[in-house]
């Protein structure tokens, strides 16, 4: 779990949630209902390898991911991206943090895709969506081709709390890094759902600080582990730890990276994505 860095997009609100609308050439966007809660998506590209993309803390699909729908290939892949319950377009409800609220995500996030009709499809998890997306294909190993991770961690350590907590007040965050959430959400809002995710984000109650470790071994799924070594958030030894613990995986390092590799890197970013997911499985 770590602090999501955000780029600049537009936001524009959809109201009628039983209509999909066409925004650009190429990207349909939509509200499905999902275990009670109207869940908005957006998909591109027609490839027959389905992608679900996971935001950060408080991120969507526009403010975390507009590189990758806009430039990942339409051909080989379809892209979709969603705004979990509270987020973004997902709301209401209002977010909330109850102790399972990332194994809500990662239901939330299966029931989503399987109402949009995909079979089986990869996860590309970033920062909170990297652990949702651990936990999504933990519990379905069935419906899970592949998974790519990034600043992500499955346990939050002893140091980990001074990061999170030297950021709890957004009013000392640049107004870069605050005004699109601000967009977003309001300020209030955005300054008191960050603050409850701070809150939460501790788990000092779970034994080892746990987020999702007992979950690991039960991934099965091709892994790709992305860390930036620049990484303010994250430091090394959580991708080790995964690396350590997903059978199978493989570490990728981008020593130049920071938690928002995928946005200042992007191109390098989404050809090792597309070149991982192409890969055939043994």
């Not at 998890?125 to 992500?152: C, E, Q, Y």
């Amino acid at each position: 779990m770590a602090l999501f860095l955000i780029s600049r997009h537009c936001f524009k609100r959809r109201s009628n949630m039983a209509t999909m609308q066409q925004y650009s050439s190429s990207v349909v966007s939509g509200k499905r209902s999902v275990n009670g809660v109207d869940l908005y998506y957006e998909h591109t590209g027609r490839g027959k390898h389905a992608v679900l993309l996971l935001p950060g803390a408080l991120g969507s699909t526009k403010t975390d991911f507009g590189p990758q729908i806009k430039s990942l290939n339409k051909e080989r892949f379809t892209v979709v991206g969603w705004d979990p319950r509270g987020y973004g377009q997902s709301r209401p409800p209002d977010r909330d943090f109850p102790s399972d609220f990332f194994e809500r995500d990662a239901k939330d996030a299966v029931d989503l895709m399987k109402t949009l009709g995909f079979k089986k499809f990869s996860l590309m998890g970033w920062s909170d969506g990297g652990i949702t997306a651990l936990l999504a294909a933990a519990r379905n190993p069935d419906l899970i081709n592949k998974m790519v991770v990034w600043g992500t961690n499955a346990y939050v350590s002893q140091h980990d709390p001074k990061l999170y907590n030297a950021v709890r007040d957004v009013s000392k965050w640049s107004e870069r890094m605050r005004q699109p959430m601000v967009e977003v959400y309001g300020a209030e809002m955005f300054a008191r759902t960050w603050e409850a995710w701070v809150d939460v984000a501790q788990f000092a109650h779970r034994p080892e600080g746990s987020i999702c470790m007992e979950a690991l071994p039960f991934i099965s799924c091709p892994t790709l582990i992305i860390h930036g070594e620049k990484d303010p958030m994250v430091p090394s030894f959580h991708p080790e730890y995964l690396l350590k613990h997903i059978k199978g995986s493989r570490l990728h390092k981008m020593p130049e990276g920071k938690h928002n590799l995928h946005l200042r890197y992007a191109d390098e970013f989404n050809k090792l994505v597309e070149d991982f997911l192409e890969e055939e499985i043994n």
